[in-house]
């Protein structure tokens, strides 16, 4: 692709450098196009980040990859505009590419056999492959020795092989990338998809056999009188993350029916109440992959739960049993009221029961499978389904699975009908819910006044402190300590004092710009877009700014500062939110941040926002010399007749001339559509500038210095003009006059962001002093209205970004306005006295700031 491009390059250059031009201008558009969209994705991930928004990690992995595609045009872009420049940024852009690729494939999907493992074949790290819950129900067994009910599991490997062999993981992913989980409507059409790809899909063979084998392995003694219970087991579950009553069970499955009963419990992992839990608790679809607990049924007389400490007074040093007649389902449903039993955890450990309940209905096996509610239970009190000795037994039990997993259990257990007792499952207690909502201070009073309202919140969060004004990058150098930063726009300079400033608040701007994502990153409370920033506050005064609800009130709002809103509270110990700062680690931080220092090379890129801001400046640049490197030698480039003495050929991109100049060689102004163009004319043409119709703006003895040739040319040829490479928006101006060099590149668009000026002047006719001295001139103009301006020699540079379109044509005609009134000012400029009162007369708008213009 590489040596393509450069063929391509070199060949146009040579044989069509108009094509040329052209091809690196469309390079241009498309660059700046899939720069706004890699923003607008960055920010949106961060606001996923930051703000705590709850969405299926697909959703994650989708917006990546279409980041990766955007960024990726992006380099791809900037090679077009110039295939020899820079080519270690692609080795740049793949590395951290491929460094997030990794995070959101850090696990492998293991589709090979064993299919099926019986509790004893289990080891103790058998978590990715069985599921927490069969891992629990194992080590009971096995390592202390309880009674648990025969039985197997149906392993995480045949959840992959049932998903690939059906085609489902794109699809899965897909649906869950557009799942909206604060939308009722969203959840259930989801789920409902979902569900139905599952029931739909088929078992593999494989897996059906080895299922077959594992239940005649639990139920060669019982013949066809074998029933079974299927339960979930996914990874995740009855771990930290409980999942309790998440993932559904079918109980009392008969063998001919377990191959159904197996693809309900999977498509029950996407339930709305299954996905709603677990993206809540921020763990991803392929961190939960199901494994299936078979377990023989046990036709309980009594079923319960033990709590190894009481929830309702965990300092009592009691533990809880609940026990109900028949089988546990009514429990841990909520539709019956257990007996409760408080046992002392210390010896001789003393038993208290609580009052009589009566017990109206149970559940039971039926004959043929499945369970059935039955009533008749009114000579039954509840309180005596468990004998004392039980209870102790089931205490016994409860403290040493306790003291095994090192943490408090909640235990399922039942007994059967001859009174023999059994564990189902041990799993973490957990006392309070983890998951975390975002707090909402809307309901706090203020009683302070309003000073602006409005915007759009960039990044959340409280803050106060004083007003400081910020009219251009010299003012950042004195910026206080807990600045309020005030200002037009979200300057990218800001990130070199964002360990200074305490909140922002601009006139306009985006939440996808440069800053936002910066201040999110560092979690300064950020307004942009409130249109009236400038206007509403003076530097000194203090304020409150409230970003989330978009609001700043006079003065320090105690009780604001004082609430639980001023802090952010992140899931920092989410999976979720561990991957998401993984992640974001390569896509936002800002490094480069000077782009005049020698550090701003592709090799320093460390992030897809150094990338995309490498990219961005290189490829303005680039532009930037694009009419003095290429125009001169482009054809197809048309004269334009004015009434100011200025040669000027202009070469349109397309969309810069009315249709009907198509054939024209010479134009006049009125054929002329491009935005830029016009607002410059109209500073050129501005009555206070006077032009002596005689002598043509050309500096022949610089020309003849620059070029090295004492050959003589017409004043009017196209290789001494100036030239303008237009499109609709569009322009790259080099002009030639007085006696000195200006280049103008400007994107004057509908694009807030994508707008630009950026402008060289360098030359003169007079000595080194005057020289420095009509820069001091410029530099005071162009500081006033808002540029970045850097000095070099006798040259100086000047930028202004975005800004609206009406803003950016105001500025090109006070830039033209300003380089006609001073095309001979080095000659006449003495004393630096001087300087300070031509600024103030042409702020005041007088122009003819020079005696030698009108001679």
Request: net charge negative; hydrophobic share 40%.
């Amino acid at each position: 692709m590489y040596v393509s491009n450069l063929f391509k390059h070199w060949t146009y250059r040579i044989f069509a450098p108009g094509l040329l031009i052209r091809e690196k201008y469309e390079a241009f558009r498309k660059l700046l196009e899939y720069d706004k969209k890699s923003h607008e994705l960055i920010a949106e991930m961060e606001e996923i980040y930051y703000d705590q928004l709850k969405v299926d990690f697909a959703a994650i992995a989708h917006k990546l990859k279409e980041l990766s595609s955007s960024v990726a045009i992006v380099v791809e872009s900037l090679r077009e505009i110039c295939p020899t420049c820079y080519p270690k940024l692609d080795d740049h852009f793949r590395e951290i590419d491929m460094a997030m690729v990794q995070v959101l494939t850090s696990g492998s999907y293991d589709y090979t056999p064993p299919f099926t493992l019986g509790l004893d074949e289990l080891g103790a790290n058998s978590q990715l492959l069985a599921g927490g819950k069969t891992l629990n129900l194992a080590a009971a067994r096995k390592r202390l020795g309880l009674p648990v009910p025969k039985g197997f599991v149906i392993t995480t490997n045949s959840y992959n092989y049932f998903i690939a062999a059906n085609n489902l993981r794109e699809r899965i992913d897909e649906k869950l990338a557009r799942l909206d989980i604060n939308s009722a409507s969203s959840l259930e059409k989801t789920s409902g998809d979902l569900v139905k790809l599952i029931r739909w899909a088929n078992v593999p063979k494989e897996i059906e056999k080895s299922i077959t084998a594992a239940l005649e392995q639990i139920g060669g003694e019982q013949g066809g009188r074998l029933r079974v219970s299927v339960r979930s087991s996914a990874v995740g579950e009855d771990s930290v993350a409980s999942f309790a009553g998440q993932y559904d069970s079918v109980l009392n499955v008969e063998p001919n029916r377990i191959v159904d009963s197996y693809k309900e419990v999977i498509a029950s992992k996407y339930s709305p109440r299954a996905l709603n839990y677990r993206i809540n608790y921020g763990l991803s679809d392929h961190e939960t992959p199901m494994a299936v607990l078979v377990l023989e049924m046990i036709d309980a007389g009594v079923s319960g739960v033990v709590y190894t400490i009481d929830p309702e007074d965990a300092g009592d040093g009691t533990l809880a049993i609940h026990s109900i007649w028949g089988l546990g389902k009514l429990l841990v449903d909520g539709s019956v009221t257990p007996s409760i039993i408080k046992v002392k955890r210390a010896p001789p450990h003393q038993l208290e029961r609580d009052k009589e309940i009566v017990q109206p209905v149970k559940a039971v096996p039926m004959e043929k499978g499945g369970i059935q509610v039955v009533s008749g239970m009114d000579d039954l009190p509840a309180n005596l389904a468990l004998d004392d000795k039980s209870a102790l037994t089931l205490a016994e039990w409860a403290i040493k699975l306790e003291d095994y997993h090192g943490t408090p259990q909640d235990i399922e257990w039942c007994m059967d009908n001859q009174g023999k007792l059994f564990i189902l499952q041990s799993r973490p207690l957990h006392f309070e819910d983890t998951d975390q909502q975002r707090i909402d201070c809307s309901n706090i009073e203020v009683d302070s006044r309003v000073l602006l309202s409005g915007g759009n919140s960039a990044c959340g969060g409280i803050a106060a402190g004083q007003v400081y004004r910020v009219e251009g990058s010299s003012d950042l150098e004195s910026l206080p300590e807990g600045a309020i930063v005030v200002a037009k726009v979200p300057s990218p300079d800001f990130v070199k004092v964002v360990g200074k400033m305490s909140a922002v608040i601009t006139d306009v701007g985006s939440t996808a710009g440069h800053f936002a994502s910066v201040a999110r990153e560092f979690g300064i409370p950020t307004l942009v877009n409130t249109g009236v920033a400038t206007k509403s506050f003076t530097s000194g005064q203090e304020v409150t700014v409230y970003a989330d609800a978009k609001v700043v009130y006079e003065g320090e709002v105690a009780q604001l500062l004082e609430s639980a809103c001023a802090a952010r509270s992140l899931l920092a110990n989410s999976p979720f939110m561990v991957s998401m700062e993984k992640i974001l680690s390569y896509i936002s931080p800002l490094n480069l941040v000077d782009p005049l220092a020698e550090s701003f090379v592709p090799e320093a890129c460390e992030s897809l926002h150094d990338i995309l801001r490498f990219a961005h400046e290189k490829s303005i640049q680039q532009m930037f010399s694009l009419g003095e490197k290429r125009s001169r030698r482009a054809t197809g480039a048309k004269r334009l007749i004015s009434g100011i003495p200025i040669i000027i050929y202009l070469l349109d991109l397309g969309g810069g001339l009315v249709e009907e100049a198509r054939t024209k060689k010479e134009i006049e102004l009125n054929h002329v559509t491009n935005v830029p163009l016009r607002a410059l004319w109209k500073g050129l043409s501005n009555p206070g500038i006077y032009w002596d119709p005689n002598v043509q703006h050309y500096d022949w003895k610089e020309f003849a210095r620059i070029s090295g040739t004492d050959s003589l040319a017409r004043p009017d040829s196209k290789f001494l003009g100036s030239y303008a490479i237009i499109s609709q928006d569009y322009l790259n101006f080099n002009i030639h006059f007085g006696f000195h060099f200006v280049v103008l590149d400007t994107l004057c668009g509908q694009e807030l962001d994508a707008n630009y000026i950026l402008l060289r002047f360098a030359g003169g006719g007079g000595d080194l002093y005057s020289k420095f001295l009509r820069l001091q001139f410029l530099e005071g103009i162009l500081s006033q209205h808002g540029f970045k301006v850097e000095k070099k020699g006798d040259m100086i540079d000047a930028q202004l970004s975005r800004n609206d379109r009406q803003t950016l044509e105001a500025k090109l005609e006070v830039l033209e306005q300003l380089l006609g009134c001073t095309r001979v000012l080095d000659m006449s400029l003495k004393d630096g006295s001087q300087v300070e009162e031509l600024v103030e007369k042409f702020m005041n708008g007088i122009y003819d700031l020079s005696p030698l213009q009108r001679r």
